[in-house]
């Protein structure tokens, strides 16, 4: 297994959804990512935190093969987001962004890190992506999450990115937004030729799908009885994904399907109970065993 340097948030998310409410836990992207990816692979975690975010809270890395070396700690108060989920999950209002001192981080990646074989830029200014890529040397792959603010507000710096990308890992919506495409398939070839060369689509409930050049990959979501928090399922899925081909001994076409699944696999834990809470309390062996139970789940007999 490979180690994986990942540039993102770490922040105190307030939520509430027909589930319950859960007040300032840890989330942000890079949190999600990070532990959904440590159970393939080590991870190397770059962000900011102000000094509220102590010890206490730290524990949330504990015990994982999360190198913290580039958690940078400054004065004030840390990145904190609440939202409001609808009864259908699918749609939410956000009530606050309070940036704080995330407004002014500027990625400094230790020299340490600067090797990493692989890199994912999670969901940041697409002028602070491009400084991350300025400092590290030659990954072997390069996946990034954008949004819809960065497609509609910074463009450009968005397009020089994705020029300079492996994998782009981004929603239904994200996708046809920026591809200006309504069909999804028509979307991700549109997004190809931006640069990136594998395009991935999370599709929520209705599952992913993959672009390979001229092929397709599509996996289905897990069906679950319950859903309690959609927050942070799309880190969980990249960081199952990414994790996955750093864990892997090649990146071949069955490799990246696999990965999708893995990737699939522990968003659906993620979304079973309120921000990080069923990432912290899961175990490799229930993430095999649901890992079957999607095999299963497309398993069919040919005609």
Known sequence: MQPILTVGSVAFDSIKTPAGEVSRVVGGAATYFSLAASFFAPVRLVAVVGDDFGPRQQTVFDGRPIDLRGLQRVAGETFRWRGEYYDDLN????????????????????????????????????????????????????????????????????????????????????????SGERNLVKAARAIRALGPPRVVIKRGEHGVLMNLGERFFAA???????????????DTFAGGFIGYLASAAGMSDAVLAQAVVAGSTMASFAVQAFGVERLLRLDTAEVAARFEQFRQLTQFEPL
């Open 91 to 178: 749609r939410r209002e956000t009530i606050y962004t309070e940036l704080n001192v995330f407004d002014a981080f500027r990625p400094r990646i230790p020299a340490e890190f600067r090797a990493s074989p692989f890199v994912f830029l999670a969901n940041i200014h697409p002028a602070l992506q491009l400084e991350v890529l300025e400092q590290v040397a030659s990954p072997g792959l390069v996946a990034l999450d954008t949004m819809n603010y960065w497609i509609e507000g910074t463009p450009d710096a968005l397009r020089r990115v994705l020029a300079r990308v492996d994998v782009l890992i981004i929603n239904d919506e994200e996708a046809r937004q920026l």
């Open 220 to 234: 289905p979501a897990m069906p679950l009885e319950e859903v309690c928090d959609p927050t942070g399922a799309g």
